[in-house]
């Protein structure tokens, strides 16, 4: 495929929207040949491998306007003016393209892009800058408009997987299968990988995927009720109550010595903690997959979620490990020994930890006491709250106990204090737009808008304006973290008059505690709800913008 091809089908993209937009995408899926699939993907994302490969440009803008400069033989400083002045890097390299005709393919592209990807080491920003250039004189306009925001990440076309999974399955598969895609997607979340092998293989080839060690798995998540007696009739006469830990949610791949650890979003997190490492290297498995909450600890004391946070660093890590010593709580085996536990009752599968953790020191399971009543549930919670934790997670021990990867199933209820006070809840709401500041706050954010995710339509919809519970340190991170877009994205969906005064990329993560869900004519989501007195709490880095608080679940909790 030629990459003026790709180019082209990403300009039509950006006019479109819902329906058009997906049958659009299914179009071109089916139009792809077969060997140019998994790239024209990964692209078409915005990257160049899966999310947990770890794979990074590492491009800085500036080294992207340099060969931009060198390409066009212009003005380097002409060039960075205008940058600022259009806000888009794609724009300014349109502007400066000297080819006529279309000669690179989207291989040439993809393979200088990866090229430019392993360039480290002393000057290598000078030598990706050079590797760009090259690309850049063969580009027309068009292309070039894309291929820069490809290196510097703002390809922003607003496609989620779910909407590549969407229209793979109405490419090659059908709507029945769609959701065996989805769940191929969830045990193994590379998007150019299902799509290789269902337009390759077919379906029959994608039901055969399965876990994989140093292959992360999206994790299970919880649900909410209203009543805590409602867990019962939920999941049976007997349930597991364990404490729900403010950490950081991780999960450990153990092949060997060889220790991977993901985060929540998929990152790879190992560096960050040897202390976990060196401890999962020593529990009785030679291969295995299990999750568990990291916590900061003094002796047996647990810390707060932002103590831990100072261990998210690239340099200085030995010197932090043992500043902040670090516990991990597991609760959760998906793999032991070479055999998927994804379809196992929880009772097997927690068993089976328990054997291979006995003994660890720097890893521990996490609390837990099996219950009968809501008094057995609402001990552990009281004990567990007084001390400053989160609340419980209460599961289910019946037979049908799957691990449901990727799901927000009736397996997992989680039950904080919020929710017993009946008053206030929290959400995890992505952050769409925001407001520039009065007084004190101008040169910032004043206010921030934000959305809950539709899953059905692969859409963020606006629920509330934020404007309380910033700090200082909050206003001056702001313009610093949420990424401005160019223009609203075409999955979020925003009345006329709550637009903001700046787009922001739907990447950030955030939880709000609010005081009720009402009915409002200003916000789209779940067909006109908002939160009433919203107030920030802290931005979730551990969530994506697909874990964020869904349509579905603000429209149940509204009828409570």
């Not at 869900?517 to 989501?525: E, M, Q, Y």
């Not at 939160?531 to 874990?547: A, E, G, H, S, W």
Request: glycine share 8%; charged share 25%; aromatic share 8%.
């Amino acid at each position: 495929m030629k990459f003026i091809t790709l180019a082209q089908t990403f300009d039509r993209f950006e006019q479109l929207s819902g329906n058009a937009l997906r049958s659009a995408v299914a179009a071109f899926l089916k139009s792809i040949p077969s060997s140019d699939i998994k790239s024209v993907v990964y692209l078409t994302q915005g990257s160049i491998a899966s999310e947990f490969d770890d794979v990074n440009l590492g491009m800085a803008a500036k080294s992207a306007m340099a060969a931009i400069a060198s390409a066009s033989s212009e003005d380097e400083h002409q060039i960075v003016l205008l940058a600022k002045k259009v806000g888009d890097i794609g724009t300014v390299a349109e502007k400066y393209a000297t080819a006529r005709s279309g000669l690179l393919s989207v291989k040439d592209v993809f393979d200088g892009l990866h090229r430019i990807s392993v360039t480290s080491g002393t000057g290598s920003q000078e030598k990706k800058a050079s590797q760009l250039m090259q690309l850049l004189k063969k580009c027309t306009p068009l292309e070039a408009r894309y291929l820069a925001r490809l290196v510097v990440g703002a390809l922003r076309l607003g496609l989620a997987s779910k909407t590549i999974l969407d229209g793979l399955a109405n490419a090659y598969a059908t709507k029945d299968t769609k959701k065996e895609l989805e769940h191929a997607y969830n045990i193994c979340p590379d998007i150019g990988l299902i799509a290789e092998t269902v337009a390759k293989k077919g379906i029959t080839a994608v039901r055969k995927i399965d876990v994989m060690v140093g292959r992360p798995v999206q994790m299970m998540l919880c649900q909410r009720v209203s009543e805590l007696p409602d867990v019962f009739n939920r999941l049976g006469s007997q349930v597991a109550a364990e404490q729900k830990y403010d950490g950081e949610r991780v999960q450990v791949h153990k092949q060997g010595t060889k220790v991977t650890l993901y985060s929540r979003r998929l990152e790879n997190i190992t560096t960050q903690f040897p202390d976990i490492v060196l401890s999962a290297q020593k529990l009785k498995a030679q291969s295995c997959i299990f999750e568990g909450e990291i916590m900061a600890v003094k002796g047996d004391e647990l810390l707060p979620f932002q103590t831990l946070m100072s261990r998210r660093r690239k340099h200085g890590v030995d010197e932090m490990t043992k500043s902040i010593p670090v516990r991990l709580f597991a609760f959760e085996l998906i793999y032991l020994n070479g055999k998927s536990l994804l379809h196992s009752a929880y009772t097997l599968r927690y068993s089976k930890l328990q054997t291979i953790i006995k003994g660890s020191t720097g890893i521990a399971l996490a609390r837990r006491v099996v219950c009968s009543d809501t008094d057995c549930i609402e001990e552990l919670f009281e004990s567990v709250v007084g001390k400053g934790g989160e609340g419980v997670v209460i599961k289910s021990l019946q037979p049908d106990s799957t691990y449901q990867a990727g799901v927000r199933g009736w397996h997992w209820i989680k039950w904080k204090p919020e929710y017993s006070e009946g008053m206030q809840d929290t959400f995890d709401l992505v952050v769409i737009g925001a407001y520039w500041g009065r007084g004190r706050r101008a040169g910032s954010y004043g206010g921030l808008l934000c959305a809950v995710y539709d899953k059905k339509k692969d859409r963020f919809e606006s629920v509330c304006k934020v404007g309380s519970g910033f700090s200082d340190d909050d206003l001056q991170m702001f313009p610093k973290v949420l990424k401005k877009a160019n223009a609203r994205l075409n999955n979020v969906v925003v009345l006329k008059n709550m637009e903001p005064d700046v787009w922001i990329v739907p990447n950030t993560v955030i939880e709000v505690l609010a005081a009720e869900i009402t009915k409002s004519p200003f916000h789209t989501a779940g067909g006109g709800l908002a939160l009433r007195f919203p107030r920030y709490i802290r931005i979730r880095n551990d969530k994506t913008p697909q874990q964020a608080t869904t349509s579905d679940e603000l429209k149940r909790m509204a009828t409570r």
